[in-house]
């Protein structure tokens, strides 16, 4: 039986397992969370090219969290991702093309009064902007260092003063998946690889990420901060990847919270009139992006929130400068404005529309989502 | 078991728009005991217009009212005949939380036996109060399911005499998440689709005639649903909160309950015809949930008219805390956690019932400000006490009376002056938030009321679980609070706790 296989059969197998009600009384017993957002994106790239033909790609993307519940401190994460897993051809017009799915989180997730910690395959708690910034598309654009589906652990512990609020400061050591659960399901596709170089890729947990939060101190308690490091070995060199450099990432982020007063009070709130503000700003600087030797980046994310009741609005914008040893220094960049319905407890609707300018190409985005919440 | 098949199956139900019936209740004889006993159950029930098994008491989806007294006794037994742990929490009761007392501490295995002695003080405060099941982790679903009810301290007339002659309706709102098995749902999952009850029924018609007032008592013993009713755009005359009379009048259009919350209010009969009760659709916040709105009940005006009772004796006065002087000022920070939605935090810090979180001495006033930077509500409960909101975001807040449970606004603060000064509450006990997923999830601390001569020793026990152990008296040694009590309280002294 391979890998894949057995970790199918484990979780069919725990689904198997038996209600909640434990016989040693003790609640919970096996259970399960999910969120799944499904969401239709649609992209429009003009492509440089003396017709200036357009790329388009229509494509579902659908992500699912389970979570396996096991006991008072113990779960098990299962995150997948269904969506185009092959890029387009410049001037292809493609819908509901290159089709997969794949497994971006699966670990041993414990809990305990002060600490936590994650064991399997898991995203590195490094960058806020892929959770805080609003709209669907700042997270892949933030994708270069906000590093998901490592091999390796998290440990997080939890300090609180009253003049400080609560500092948690964590540890991450981890490598590149390059087991089976690297590659891409219901559609062919290849294993990842040492061979496919880039930082990370060094088959072994010497890749390391200290991050520090920092939320609620007592002069500032709705604020949030966040200070990391993290620091990525270089790849295997062959013909392909002739050169390589090791991976530094330095971030610091902060997020407040500016409530509306007046509408914070129980009957407004409950009415749907509550009211916020949330200003995010998140500076990353990157040298030896991926591995690439001279090839150094700074992202700068800004976002500004707006929460009216039910209806959250956003606009973010992330601005990626280049400096590549050699080569004169250019900017990317990611712009999008987002809205977000609260339909009913359980069911989320999101819009959102942007603006990209990446390697020389300017594309155009329009994505919905709706995202489903609940529990078995 | 027999005897519960046929309580289930001789159980009349109503259906919607069938008049509100009273709550079966276990009262009072002479001597001020009430004797109850509480078999939990998983029992095919109904729950509305629908059937599902579910974790009731007695056989019921509306529990029993428990009716007691100032300075009356409730010696209750808890029959758990379920596969899982549960334990009982007397809300909002000033009562002792040693040996038999209220202690979230003890709990009933399954196919076992509890039992649970509560007396009350002679001043105690009249109104409504309720039980529920605290099993940590098991809570929110147990509550949901049915495993909580109602309690009546009587007494409310005699501070307003002039109420004797009005009716007394007890209306029990609950809500209960839909599931396509029929079966109590394994993990609830807060604003879902549910079955919102008053008394167990569906959309129920309250009679009343025109002119005639009448006082309600709301509880809201749901796991985590906030209740924001309206009756029509009538005004109603609130008499208590959280069975903490008022201390002046106050009246509203509109019905407040946070979970756990309590409000005693009077009704006056309209102009003949039918009111409804709605519940309006709610919202906790922008990563709170989302209730939808419905009708409770219809309000059913009829009859001839009859006089209206104005209340004119002077309401109770009971100390300004914000005259009181502060023995000690503390920050808590109620946090959602970042990544993970079924966790939650005070200070830092998820539950931990083996350590004691907070020490504080008897007889001191102390002033606690409550941080929430999350961007949902959460309901602050403390046991065993009440306490005085004295700013909302940091602006003072009018004085109308004492209470067990507050919001916390969504990025917002509340700040309480809260009395540890009744010998009583000796012992150990918790505060949490009372949305019940929250709980469950970690929202709740330890916190231990010491004799100011035992408090260096005790905060020094904090990490070993206090200087009280598991809330038994023999755990440290004949810290009863005995003698606190005798030099404070009027004679008899009390008693405390487990005595039979």
């Known amino acids: 039986m391979n890998r894949g296989r057995r970790v199918w059969v484990t979780v069919c197998a725990a689904c198997a397992f038996g209600s909640a009600e434990a016989s040693t009384g003790r609640y919970p017993g096996f259970g399960i969370d999910y969120g799944t957002a499904i969401q239709y994106d649609f992209a429009s790239l003009r492509v440089p090219t003396p017709g200036g033909s357009v790329t388009t790609n229509g494509y579902f993307d659908i992500t699912s969290d389970l979570h396996f519940r096991f006991g008072r401190n113990d779960e098990v994460w299962l995150s997948t991702e269904v969506s185009p897993v092959t890029t387009t051809r410049p001037g292809e017009r493609r819908w509901l093309g290159g089709t997969g799915l794949t497994v971006a989180d699966l670990h041993w997730y414990h809990q305990d009064e002060k600490d936590t910690w994650r064991l399997g395959k898991i995203d590195i708690p490094f960058g806020r902007a892929q959770s805080a910034a609003p709209g669907l598309y700042t997270g892949d654009f933030v994708a270069p260092y906000a590093l998901g589906g490592m ?199 999101g819009l959102s529309g942007g603006r990209a300018r990446q390697d020389g190409q300017t594309s155009h985005l329009v994505g919905v989502q709706i995202v489903l919440s609940g529990a078995f | 078991m027999l005897l519960l098949a046929l309580t289930a199956a001789c159980t009349v139900r109503a259906a919607p728009g069938d008049e509100l019936r009273e709550p079966r209740q276990f009262t009072y004889g002479a001597d001020g005991v009430t004797e109850v006993t509480l078999v939990a159950a998983p029992t095919r029930v109904r729950v509305g217009d629908t059937s599902y098994t579910s974790l009731v008491f007695n056989g019921d989806y509306d529990a029993p009212l428990i009716r007691t007294r100032p300075g009356g006794t409730i010696r209750l037994t808890l029959d758990n005949r379920m596969d899982e742990l549960t334990n009982l929490h007397f809300h909002g009761m000033q009562v002792s939380p040693l040996d038999e007392g209220d202690s979230i501490f003890r709990d009933t295995g399954p196919h076992q036996s509890g039992r649970y002695v509560l007396r009350l003080p002679p001043e105690h405060s009249p109104g409504p109060y309720w039980y529920h099941s605290h099993f940590h982790r098991g809570a929110e679903r147990q509550v949901s399911g049915g495993l909580s009810g109602p309690i009546l301290v009587d007494g409310l007339t005699n501070q307003f005499p002039e109420l004797r002659q009005v009716r007394e309706r007890v209306l029990v709102l609950r809500n209960f998440q839909k ?127 009859v006089p209206t009772v104005r209340l004119s004796s002077p309401y109770p006065q009971v100390p300004d805390l914000r005259q009181a002087r502060v023995a000690a000022e503390r920050r808590y920070v109620f946090q959602d956690a970042e990544d993970d939605p079924n966790t939650f935090y005070i200070n830092g810090r998820r539950f931990d019932a083996s350590r004691v979180d907070t020490t504080v001495k008897l007889g001191d006033v102390e002033e606690w400000t409550l941080f929430n930077p999350s961007q949902e509500l959460h309901q602050f409960h403390i046991h065993q006490l009440d306490f005085q909101v004295v700013k909302v975001n940091g602006k003072p807040a009018d004085f109308i009376g004492y209470r067990d449970n507050v919001f916390i606004p969504a990025t917002g603060s509340i700040t309480l002056r809260i009395p540890f000064t009744d010998p009583v509450i000796l012992g150990k006990f918790v505060y949490h938030c009372h949305i019940m997923e929250h709980e469950d999830g970690g929202m709740m601390q330890v916190i231990q009321v010491v004799k100011p001569e035992d408090y260096a020793q005790a905060v020094t026990l904090e990490p070993l679980g206090g200087i009280y152990g598991d809330n038994q008296t023999c755990a440290y040694l004949r810290n009863t609070g005995k003698d606190a009590i005798d030099a404070t309280a009027p004679a008899p002294a009390r008693p405390l706790g487990g005595a039979p």
């Open chain 2, 179 to 305: 599931t396509f098995t029929g079966r109590l749902a394994s993990e609830i999952v807060t604003g879902s689709p549910s079955i919102r009850t008053i008394n167990g029924q569906l959309r129920p018609d309250i009679a009343i005639r025109p002119g005639e007032t009448q006082l309600w008592h709301l509880l809201n013993i749901a796991a985590n649903q906030y209740f924001r009713m309206h009756l029509a755009g009538m005004r109603v005359q609130v008499i208590s909160q959280d069975a903490d009379t008022v201390v002046k009048e106050v009246t509203t259009d509109e019905m407040l309950l946070g979970p756990s919350a309590r409000l005693s209010v009077l009704v006056t009969g309209p102009a003949p015809g039918r009111y409804p009760l709605t519940l309006s659709a709610a919202n906790t916040g922008p990563a709170g949930d989302t209730y939808g709105g419905t009708t409770l009940a219809t309000l059913v005006s009829a009859g001839d008219a």
């Open chain 1, 151 to 349: 091999i390796g652990g998290t440990y997080e512990r939890r300090f609180a003063s009253d003049t400080l609020g609560t500092l948690a400061p964590s540890l991450s050591v981890y490598a590149a998946d390059t087991s089976v659960l690297s590659r891409a399901y219901l559609r062919p596709s290849a294993q990842a690889r040492r061979a496919d170089g880039g930082a990370t890729n060094t088959g072994k947990p010497n890749n390391v990420a200290a991050v520090l939060n920092w939320r609620a101190p007592a002069a500032l308690p709705y604020m949030e901060v966040q200070l990391g490091f993290m620091a990525n070995h270089k790849g295997e060199t062959n013909a392909a990847h002739p050169t390589a450099a090791n991976e530094r990432l330095r971030t610091a982020s902060v997020r407040y919270l500016i409530p509306i007063e007046p509408t914070t009070l129980l009957s407004p709130t409950l009415a749907s009139r509550y009211v916020d503000v949330v200003p995010f700003v998140e500076y990353v600087r990157i040298s030896n992006e991926n591995g690439v030797p001279g090839y150094d980046t700074a992202y700068l994310t800004t976002s500004l929130t707006v929460d009216t009741g039910r209806i959250a609005w956003g606009l973010t914008h992330t601005n990626r400068r280049i400096s590549l040893s050699g080569a004169r220094r250019s900017n990317d960049y990611l712009t999008e404005g987002s809205v977000v319905y609260h339909l009913t407890g359980l069911v989320d609707v």
